[in-house]
């Protein structure tokens, strides 16, 4: 089956700094890669995706990328805030019944 | 607005009891899924189901069992509670295939 591997597994950061996640999936045909964020006490909740015929959106402040030749993601977070805080999750999905597999999770945080 | 709601914020339950976990949502998703979420350990598929009396186990089945009668409600039993399902436990949902996920507010169970 499919295997996600999300790093850092913590990553502190100062506002206005960028913060990049990454994540490596195992399963050639995975074709949809969502990330979610989960702020403290609170549910996951999609901030963005990307399919697996685009090697880059961007929404704002943050961008995901796809190398599906290495079969790497990453997101990126430009210009930091204090709300950005929270756990981040990448998945992978491939076809089939396209159940997720989540990364473990990045804990980021953002000093004022 | 999707909603998905689950019966409890926080349960606390004694070894051996049969534990029921509600969950429900008002947008006709075909598919629904059980997480388990501990520390370090990301969200973990126990049970997914693709449409009304249908289930696939996920990663995490011991232990568990679902019952989806209707297609608006996915419930998560616990046949005989043990210490070690103490965890918060998600519920999402989906239209169908590759697609954005949504989640409940989670449900924390302590096992004594």
């Not at chain 1, 030749?69 to 990453?74: L, M, Q």
């Not at chain 1, 999750?89 to 989540?102: Q, R």
């Not at chain 2, 009304?52 to 186990?57: D, R």
Request: glycine share 8%; with cysteine; hydrophobic share 30%.
């Amino acid at each position: 089956g499919e295997n996600v591997e999300q790093h850092p597994s913590t990553l502190s950061v100062q506002e206005g700094d960028s913060a990049v996640i990454k994540c490596t999936y195992s399963d050639s045909a995975s074709n949809y890669f969502p990330w979610y964020k989960q702020e403290l006490g609170k549910r996951p909740q999609l901030i963005i995706d990307i399919r697996s015929n685009v090697g880059e959106k961007k929404d704002q402040r943050i961008a995901v990328t796809l190398n599906k030749t290495a079969k790497h993601f990453s997101l990126h977070i430009t210009e930091t805030q204090p709300e950005d805080s929270a756990v981040y999750f990448c998945a992978a999905l491939s076809g089939g019944s396209y159940i997720p597999t989540f990364g473990r999770g990045t804990s980021l945080i953002v000093h004022p | 607005d999707v909603k998905v709601t689950q019966s409890s914020r926080y349960l606390v339950k004694r070894t051996g009891e049969k534990v029921f976990l509600e969950c429900v949502q008002d947008m006709d998703h075909e598919n629904m899924f059980w997480y388990r979420q501990d520390p370090g350990l990301g969200l973990r598929l126990i049970y997914f189901s693709y449409d009304v009396k249908m289930k696939e186990k996920g990663d995490i089945p011991e232990g568990y069992s679902v019952s989806r009668e209707k297609k608006e409600r996915f419930s998560l039993i616990l046949e005989s509670a043990s210490t070690n399902q103490t965890s918060m436990y998600l519920c999402a949902s989906r239209v169908g295939g590759p697609d954005t996920q949504y989640f409940g507010p989670g449900t924390r169970l302590t096992v004594l």
